[in-house]
């Protein structure tokens, strides 16, 4: 089982700080992960995340975000205040909302639902919860990330030294976050921005979730496999067409397929 905490554990103590990419061999063959439920959308949708017992999902019109349970039944529609012209993804907090495009970061309150800038000139190319109304910020134009602070400074928290890429972020147990680095590492860091470690990913990694216990599971845009597991083993998500995000509740792994459904599966490796 892949979990953060330990080097030991991962093998990991010969290769913190290594930056070479790995490529990693598909499970031969890989194991069949079959759907649990599935739900054809009404409109097209761009990004799916959870929301503590909810999912939010954006969609791809830029107008507004539609809410399902875990048994994908449907629920509010939240209209956004600020037409999105090229909608890109979605998180969320327990206070706040964020949604992004191709050049901003919105955020809105989830008690008075209007959007507004949060940053500016930035291609966000991952967000991840630093603490609540806080979140650490992957910018694919200038290849750093940024910690955003309650109050709505920018701090750099790492540059191009320390990540190369950056890519999707996760939160990870014992105040550590994990970064993707060109597709192919996670750099492990703590709350001060300091790497503790690093290890391989299934090469051209995209998509990232992270359950509480640090267990990860990884994904390729486009291609019907999720990875987990010491060493990484494959499951092929049978009757999915093309992955565009990944999200993780208590016991289903939510897939948004080609923009156009949703589909479950059982959590694979528990």
Not at 112 to 126: E, F, Q, T
Not at 195 to 204: E, K
Not at 246 to 266: K, M, N, P, Q
Request: proline share 9%.
């Amino acid at each position: 089982m892949l979990r953060i905490p330990t080097l030991v554990s991962l093998g990991l103590a010969g290769v913190v700080g290594c930056s070479t990419p790995v490529t990693l061999p598909p499970a031969n063959p890989p194991a069949r992960l079959m759907p649990l439920d599935s739900i054809v959308l009404a409109r097209p949708a761009v990004d799916i995340t959870t929301d503590g017992e909810r999912l939010l999902l954006l969609e791809n019109s830029g107008t507004r975000i539609v809410t399902l349970s875990p048994v994908l039944a449907p629920g509010e529609t939240i209209p956004l205040t600020t037409r999105l012209a090229a909608p890109l993804g979605i998180r969320a907090d327990p206070y706040y909302i964020y949604v992004f495009d191709h050049t901003t970061l919105y955020r809105m309150s989830k008690e008075k639902l209007v959007l507004s800038v949060w940053l500016n000139s930035i291609r966000v190319a991952g967000l991840a919860n630093y603490a609540p109304a806080e979140m650490l910020v992957s910018d694919a134009v200038r290849g750093v990330v940024w910690y955003k602070t309650l109050f709505q400074e920018s701090r750099l928290f790492l540059d191009a030294s320390d990540v190369s890429k950056p890519g999707p972020i996760v939160t990870l147990p014992d105040g550590l976050f994990g970064v993707v680095t060109a597709g192919s590492r996670l750099v492990c860091v703590n709350r001060t921005g300091i790497r503790v470690r690093s290890l391989p990913l299934p090469a051209g990694t995209d998509l990232i979730v992270a359950d509480p216990s640090g267990r990860l599971y990884a994904g390729n845009r486009g291609k019907p496999l999720v990875w987990t597991g010491t060493p990484w083993c494959g499951y092929e998500l049978v009757g999915c067409a093309s992955p565009v995000s990944f999200a993780l509740g208590s016991d289903r792994l939510f897939v948004l397929d080609s923009g156009t459904r949703i589909l479950t599966y059982s959590v694979p490796g528990q």
